[in-house]
């Protein structure tokens, strides 16, 4: 990620972005999890977790990834 503004908007606005895209990657990377788990021979419970995971917003995301990355 660059460190330049954009044209057009604000500190506020470039970082609600980055944040929005942080999380969208990291659902990204648990829904991925739960495709493994799937794979791995757990269909119903990946269905059930892919299915948590995809209804929590950004903010539970980038929350629950602080408390990993502290843990």
């Known amino acids: 990620m660059g460190k330049t503004t954009p044209i ?6 470039v970082l609600a ?15 991925r999890e739960c ?10 419970t990946a269905g059930l977790l892919a299915k948590a995971v995809r209804d929590l917003t950004y903010d ?4 629950m990834r602080r408390a990993i990355l502290e843990a």
Request: net charge negative.
């Open 8 to 13: 057009g908007m604000t500190g506020a606005e």
């Open 17 to 31: 972005a980055e944040q929005a895209l942080l999380a969208a990657k990291v659902r990204n990377v648990l829904i």
């Open 35 to 44: 495709m493994r788990i799937g794979d791995d021979g757990n269909p119903e």
């Open 60 to 63: 539970q995301i980038l929350r």
